[in-house]
T-cell receptor, first 113, second 112 residues
């Protein structure tokens, strides 16, 4: 157990729907990062939060949004889902925002049908 | 922009033989480099990192990596491969906004 908890582990939903992925960072970690892993695109950075504030944004679609709450857990919201959104979504956390290394969760596998 | 390249999609090696998984990087300034491993249906696990100091970095599970500034490389190595080392390996570099940019991954297959 890495200490980073992601729920749910698996999610199957239909096109056009909206889902929420949840991440609880390792105790003491202030930064949360979201990555999307698909077969043809590798690991793509989506967004980073540090202590409740958005710190960096990557290739995140407008249909996707995220936030980090006061207790430091984070949620990634995916709406108007398309077949191409099917992927593994990983959350990672680190104690600071310095990018000295992350601890990853085990991911949420999203399947859009 | 900072980036890393992993030129091999797959590396095959016999158990007991040495293994190398290649990574080259492109950064402005001093590079912060990382290796992660991903086992099936699992998240990425940290193996090792280079921030500064000795060019040979030792990490988890007997892995090490050699930082070579002149060749802009950070190859992952292990003297004697195990079947259990079979997994997907990612090289990563910290970019100028302090997030990690990952390579496309190299699948290591160790044959008994």
């Amino acid at each position: 157990d890495s200490g980073v908890t992601q729920t749910p582990k698996h999610l199957i939903t239909a096109t056009g729907q909206r889902v929420t992925l949840r991440c609880s960072p390792r105790s003491g970690d202030l930064s949360v990062y979201w990555y999307q892993q698909s077969l043809d695109q590798g690991l793509q950075f989506l967004i980073q939060y540090y202590n409740g504030e958005e710190r960096a944004k990557g290739n995140i679609l407008e249909r996707f949004s995220a936030q980090q709450f006061p207790d430091l857990h984070s949620e990634l919201n995916l709406s108007s889902l398309e077949l191409g959104d099917s992927a593994l979504y990983f959350c990672a956390s680190s104690v600071d925002a310095g990018g000295y290394g992350y601890t990853f969760g085990s991911g949420t596998r999203l399947t859009v049908v | 922009a900072q980036s890393v390249a992993q030129p091999e999609d797959q590396v095959n090696v016999a158990e007991g033989n040495p293994l190398t998984v290649k990574c080259t990087y492109s950064v402005s300034g001093n590079p912060y480099l990382f290796w992660y491993v991903q086992y099936p249906n699992r998240g990425l696990q940290f193996l090792l990192k280079y921030i500064t100091g000795d060019n040979l970095v030792k990490g988890s599970y007997g892995f090490e990596a050699e930082f070579n500034k002149s060749q802009t490389s950070f190859h992952l190595k292990k003297p004697s491969a195990l079947v259990s080392d079979s997994a997907l390996y990612f090289c990563a570099v910290r970019d100028n906004t302090d997030k990690l940019i990952f390579g496309t991954g190299t699948r290591l297959q160790v044959f008994p």
